[in-house]
């Protein structure tokens, strides 16, 4: 994938298998984030990810996400961690807040803890550009898991 044939590059690895992920879930929008589960979790298990070795949490809503994921990946028990949401855009500046501040929260604890965490929470204008968007992003975000904590095991 590199340019250089002088520079040793690290591949990503998909195989999930051993590897303990954590997954958590708004129920706000609870269909969208069903369709991205159900992407996500047959993600996994084509990955190698056994389904024990998960752990679904549902919170509120995507404001939410944050405070759980922090503890989870305190807890040290989590090679990586996955983010579900929906935030569809409505009428009013909430949309903006809560789009910027769930992904900025995500991103401190990542960086705070050291624990990757994929960010499936869709934030779009309509109901039927998150339907049209969920399969993809639920199978990405089992493989940005899976990659970043293999990656990270390497580093």
Do not use: W
Not at 137 to 154: F, H
Request: glycine share 8%; proline share 3%; net charge negative.
């Amino acid at each position: 994938m590199g340019t250089s044939s002088d520079i040793f590059e690290l591949d990503p690895i998909y195989q999930g298998k051993g590897l303990r992920i954590g997954i958590v879930m708004s129920r706000f929008n609870k269909d969208i984030c069903e369709g991205l589960l159900s992407a996500c979790e047959t993600e996994l298990d084509r990955l190698g990810v056994a389904r024990e070795d998960v752990l679904l949490v549902d919170v509120p809503g995507a404001l939410e996400h944050p405070l759980a994921l922090q503890k989870m990946a305190q807890s040290a028990r989590y090679d990586a961690l996955i983010a579900i949401g929906a935030v569809v855009r409505g009428d009013t500046y909430h949309f903006e807040i809560v789009s910027n501040e769930s992904s900025r929260g995500i991103l401190d604890v990542q960086l705070e803890t050291g624990v990757p965490i994929a960010n499936a929470i869709l934030t779009v204008d309509t109901e039927e550009q998150a339907h049209v968007r969920m399969a993809e992003k639920g199978r990405d975000a089992a493989r940005v898991a899976v990659e970043m904590a293999n990656l990270l095991k390497r580093l």
